[in-house]
């Protein structure tokens, strides 16, 4: 790697994180002429782009929930392939987040730069497994970034929804999950724990479910909930996003288990704010140890951090000896605290 | 300690009352004495345990964390049980998790100074969920939604005894309660009453609703003053007498002037009030002799307390509960007479032929220690709990003044996230003092609101305080005003709220704190 480093060409602005010498956005938040986005979720891949470059799930999702707005061309590649942009090499490699997340690795003039978008270590049988790439720079998102999130196995958590299930065969268990990774992750999880009942679903769930199943992602046997009489799903599980659960459309379901799937459900104030009689704690952002796992593993120099709760893990950082230093990146939620983060940022 | 512990889990999360008292009645099933004695006190808020402090727990947990990690970790969790719990290093090798009966045998026979260790060896052994617990336990205040009473509806579960049988024994027993569980699963007769000074469950009062007297007929009823003193049980048996609070907390060593005044075999209830020969003393009088270990001569003869008595359980051995209200009240004036004392008076009648005219009397009582009237059917049994449609409570209208908001700090539990605790102050010539503190009054939809404000308007942090720009105006509702030498401002309100968010109202246009001086009592 190069001495005497400069790692100056790639900066926040309020557009997004801008490349110079590629004069490209890494997901940016406004409106770009040139985009590299890492994953679906929509506080990275937002419409309106010009040009786009991603991997082939994360255009085929975009593509689902904008449709013609989902950018004007498309560049879909595979994770490991490199492409020139301007002076600058360009390549995607897996970020464990959710299908089609990615790493975006740069390099340019002798330097590498990894934007790691969101992931998680932990593993998932719905995408492929984060891959480290040592480098100068690394830019980490910091969701979790407090020692007090370790997320458990996500294996113990989906045997505790279905002993729930075993324990209250006359209530039905709904689900509050994310629209997109969380509610196929969990899914196939159930199948994993041989769970093999149909699983029902709220309508804003359906199409990206579909999507993952043409894409190869085994969801076994999945039905929409509309139309159904309330009995029918006595004993069932059924799955809606988040803010369905506290909405009219809940209370058609015969006397349910409330259930949020997310890695805010650590924090009891969390679960009660979100009426969650039973919640599992199962998230697709790296935790505490997943964090500072990867801050070691990638062997950069500098970290950067963006959105989350980037002061401990800028201490933390600085405490093996590296340079670290927050990002202000605008449009991500900064402070964390709000409600809308569980639908926004989807953990 | 593990069962224990995932039941509170449990609770911590339950909605509605029915699937909290399947949770309690399937642990009291499935676990064996006395662990699920001492949970059961634990839940009833009756469990006495020397208690942990929280820094104490800071300390430990300081030795075993980066501190800056600790501080950011618990300013955002907001609360010190659950950010100890997760932070707490996982111990692999620790031995198999202790016992709830183990911790609280351990914990009674310890000197303060092994606490410390006992309580990190146990740590070592627990789960996150488990440290929690133990946390949670050991600083008292479980806060899971549990009172007492939906604990004891609990243990209606186990046998064929209704709540009122189990209510009754209830002061009679203690952790882990073996004579009560024989009793209620058949093994045993009911434990005995009748030697021991026991604290009977208290009637109490619903406020009145608006509009309710519409649907009352006031001829039905009598009226009293509400006396604001200390609501007190007094039990006196064989020339010994005890003093308990609302909850059934033993209070008489407080008042060894009271005490020993007093003579007589009754069981009665009353208002603790400063009694002077010139008359009643104000809640600020009875508040110099409120949680103090010594009461000194000098504090007795300024403040001398006597009980206005409102009611009578048991004259001697006979149950008064099952009379009509005016009959107990005859039974009453009748045993004071037999036993008068100048410690202890009746509580006078108020005249109550039609609302508007008890309206008025209510908006301008004759007394500053009154703060409203009851009303108790003439009928009513003396029944313990909160029955349904027999005593009303109508507490006068609270005083109002318009506040500045000057800082925020976050809240704890549910609101753990949300800047929910707000200080607020008055001017004093062209510069405002803090006058007082709330956490409450407002709907979550306003609490969202405020909770912006405050991060949109932070002019300065100290901790996980934010002083914000003096520009929102609180309307406070509170229910008196009291001399304070603590606070800056020389006055302290008595359960202060946020009425009302004026978004409307310039900051300058604020009360002054001579407002709040003028309603001193």
């Not at chain 1, 998102?141 to 075993?166: D, I, K, Q, W």
């Not at chain 2, 183990?102 to 627990?126: F, H, M, N, S, Y």
């Not at chain 2, 004093?428 to 006058?435: C, E, F, H, I, T």
């Not at chain 2, 007082?436 to 901790?463: I, P, S």
């Amino acid at each position: 790697m190069a001495e005497g480093k400069r790692l100056n060409w790639l900066e926040p602005r309020p557009g997004g994180l801008y490349c110079i010498p590629g004069d490209f956005y890494v997901d940016p938040v406004r409106k770009a002429e040139r985009a590299i986005i890492t994953h679906g979720h929509a506080d990275h891949a937002r419409p309106g782009n010009n040009h786009v470059l991603a991997t082939h799930e994360t255009i085929a999702i975009a593509e689902a929930r904008y449709g013609s707005n989902a950018g004007r061309s498309f560049q879909r590649v595979r994770y490991g392939e490199v492409t020139r942009i301007g002076d600058v090499s360009v390549r995607l490699v897996s970020a464990g987040h959710v299908l089609g997340s990615a790493q975006v690795v740069l390099e340019h003039g002798g330097e590498r730069i990894v934007v790691s978008g969101d992931y998680k270590r932990s593993r998932d049988p719905t995408c492929a497994p984060f891959e480290v790439v040592t480098c100068d720079a690394f830019i980490t998102e910091a969701t979790f970034g407090l020692p007090v999130f370790r997320h458990p196995p996500a294996r113990a958590e989906v045997e505790r929804l279905l002993a729930s299930v075993t324990a209250s065969p006359e209530r039905c268990h709904l689900v509050g999950v994310y629209a997109l990774g969380k509610a196929q992750r969990v899914i196939a999880m159930l199948r994993e724990a041989g769970y093999t009942d149909t699983i029902y679903l709220h309508g804003a769930l359906q199409k990206l479910c579909a999507l993952y199943q043409r894409l190869g992602v085994d969801l076994g046997d999945l039905a929409p909930v509309a139309g159904l009489p309330k009995q029918a799903l006595t004993g069932r599980i059924v799955m809606c996003p988040p803010n369905a659960l506290a909405d009219r459309w809940s209370q058609r379901m015969p006397d349910p288990v409330t259930a949020v799937a997310s890695g805010w459900m650590r924090i009891r104030a969390r679960a009660r704010q979100r009426g969650a009689e039973l919640p599992l704690i199962i998230s697709d952002h790296a935790d505490w140890d997943e964090l500072t796992a990867t801050i070691r593993d990638v062997e950069a120099g500098e970290i950067w951090v963006t959105h989350g709760r980037e002061d401990a893990l800028v201490h933390y950082a600085r405490s093996l000896g590296l340079e670290a230093r927050a990002l202000s990146l605008v449009g991500r939620e900064e402070d964390g605290d709000t409600e809308t983060e569980l639908e926004e940022a989807g953990p | 300690m593990q069962a224990f512990a995932e039941l509170l889990d449990r609770l911590s999360t339950a909605p509605g009352r029915n699937v909290r008292l399947d949770l309690i009645a399937a642990y009291l099933k499935s676990t064996p004495d006395p662990d699920r004695g001492y949970a059961l006190a634990s839940l009833a808020g009756d469990l006495r345990l020397r208690a942990a402090r929280p820094s104490m727990i800071r300390e430990l947990v300081a030795d075993r964390t980066d501190p800056e990690l600790f501080r950011l970790s618990y300013d955002y969790i907001g609360d010190l049980a659950e950010t100890v719990s997760l932070l707490w290093p996982q111990d692999r090798t620790a031995n198999a998790t202790p016992r709830l009966s183990e911790i609280i045998g351990t914990l009674g026979a310890a000197k303060r100074g092994q606490v410390p260790d006992l309580v990190a060896g146990w740590l070592d052994r627990l789960d996150p969920t488990g440290r929690w617990a133990l946390l949670k336990l050991i600083t008292g205040g479980l806060r899971v939604g549990i009172s007492g009473r939906l604990a004891r509806t609990a243990l209606t579960r186990l046998g064929d005894a209704d709540l009122p049988a189990i209510e009754e024994v209830w002061h009679a027993v203690e952790p882990p309660y073996a004579a009560l569980f024989d009793w209620l699963e058949g093994r045993a007769a009911r434990p005995s009453l009748a030697e021991a000074m026991t604290f009977r469950p208290l009637m109490l009062a619903h406020p009145l609703e608006v509009g309710e007297q519409a649907h009352l007929e006031l001829a039905d009823f009598r009226a009293e003053w509400k006396w604001d003193g200390i609501r007190v049980q007094l039990v006196l048996r064989g020339g010994q007498g005890r003093l308990f609070s609302r909850t059934g907390d033993d209070i008489s060593l407080a008042f060894p002037d009271l005490m020993q005044a007093l003579a007589g075999d009754a069981v009665l209830d009353g208002e603790l009030l400063v009694m002077r020969p010139d008359g009643i003393g104000s809640f600020n009088d009875l508040q110099q002799r409120l949680n103090r270990k010594t009461v000194s001569a000098k504090l007795q003869a300024e403040h001398p307390v006597g009980i206005r008595l409102y009611d009578i359980l048991f004259d001697a051995d006979r149950d008064c509960r099952d009379l009509p209200f005016t009959d107990r009240r005859q039974v009453l004036a009748d045993w004071m007479a037999r036993h008068a004392s100048p410690r202890l008076d009746l509580s006078p009648l108020v005249p109550a032929t039609d609302w508007e005219r008890l309206a008025e009397v209510r908006a301008d009582p004759p007394h500053p220690a009154i703060e409203g009237v009851m009303l108790k059917r003439a009928d009513s049994p003396y029944q313990a709990g909160r029955p349904r449609g027999l005593w009303f409570k109508w507490k006068r209208e609270p005083h109002r003044v318009d506040c500045v908001m000057m800082y925020a700090q976050r809240g704890h539990g549910r609101r753990s996230s949300l800047y929910s605790d707000f200080t607020f102050g008055a001017w004093r010539g062209d510069a405002l003092v803090p006058v007082g503190k709330a956490y409450f009054g407002f709907t979550d939809a306003e609490l969202k609101e405020l909770d912006r404000f405050v991060r949109g308007n932070t002019v300065d942090r100290y901790g996980p305080v934010r002083a914000v720009e003096q520009s929102l105006v609180l309307e406070i509702a509170f229910d008196g005003v009291n001399r304070s030498r603590r606070h800056k401002s020389g006055v302290a309100m008595r359960f202060p709220r946020i009425a009302r968010i004026r978004w409307d109202k310039p900051a300058a246009e604020a009360d002054h704190v001579e407002t709040l001086e003028w309603l001193i009592a």
